[in-house]
């Protein structure tokens, strides 16, 4: 069993949409949960992070961490187009050092 | 805003070729990673640094070496390179203390070919 867990996708919403993307992880020493977003031939960027456990809001994205399930969440808002791209989630014990990262959704929104 | 440049974008080398990849950061960050990421493989962690001169083996470090002279620059060195050492490789960076300072940066990568 991998440590995280993601769909590969790929998902293809519509503009507008809520988009929901979703990992499991099976550590539950792991403290650190990243988003990144990651454009065709681009290094992933940073989106998210949250320490320990709740929810983190920035602008249209919001962050879920439900430790007692290990589900990690990210909600995007009124989706646009230039969201479409690959989102890796993260997680870590000790933040930046031992990080393990899901595959990757590839996402679609189509105008 | 944390910047981690990767000297290359796109490499093209000969199998047998000694090759150099470059790394710098301007944040002042302790540590330093080289992934390499492949379709289906996701990212695979080759070497990371947590201090100057010092670097531990990732998962795949075979074929692969590392120098750390300065904090602010890591190079990752293919010894003799080989056509399956075809890949997108990604530098990144991260400090140590502060929560916010942890989660890793990264550069845009460098995608390189070996012939």
């Known amino acids: 069993q991998k440590e995280v867990e993601q769909d590969p996708g790929p998902l293809s919403v519509p503009e507008g949409a809520i988009v929901s993307l979703n990992c499991t992880y099976s550590?539950?020493?792991?403290?650190?949960f990243m988003w990144y977003r990651q454009y065709s031939r681009k290094g992933p960027e940073l989106l998210m992070y949250?320490?320990?456990?709740g929810n983190k809001e920035d602008g249209r994205f919001t962050a879920q961490v439900d430790k007692s399930s290990k589900y990690i969440s990210l909600f995007i808002r009124d989706s646009q187009p230039s969201d479409s791209a690959t989102y890796l989630c993260?997680?870590?014990?000790?933040?930046?050092?031992?990080?393990?990262f899901g595959a990757g959704t590839r996402l679609f929104v189509k105008a | 805003d944390v910047k981690v440049t990767q000297s290359s974008r796109y490499l093209v080398k000969r199998t047998g070729e000694k090759v150099f990849l470059e790394c710098v950061q301007d944040?002042?960050?302790?540590?330093m990673f080289w992934y390499r990421q492949d379709p289906g493989l996701g990212l695979r962690l080759i070497y990371f640094s947590y201090d100057v001169k010092m670097k531990e083996k990732g998962d795949i470090p075979e074929g692969y070496s590392v120098s750390r002279e300065k904090k602010e620059r890591f190079s990752l060195i293919l010894e003799s390179a080989s056509t399956n050492q075809t890949s997108m490789y990604l530098c990144?960076?991260?400090?140590?203390?502060?929560?916010?300072?942890?989660?890793?940066?990264f550069g845009d990568g460098t995608r390189l070919s070996i012939l």
């Open positions: 944040m002042d960050h302790e540590n």
């Open positions: 993260a997680t870590s014990e000790t933040g930046g050092f031992k990080t393990i």
């Open positions: 550590n539950s020493a792991f403290q650190y």
């Open positions: 949250t320490y320990s456990s």
């Open positions: 990144a960076s991260s400090g140590t203390g502060r929560p916010d300072d942890q989660p890793q940066h």
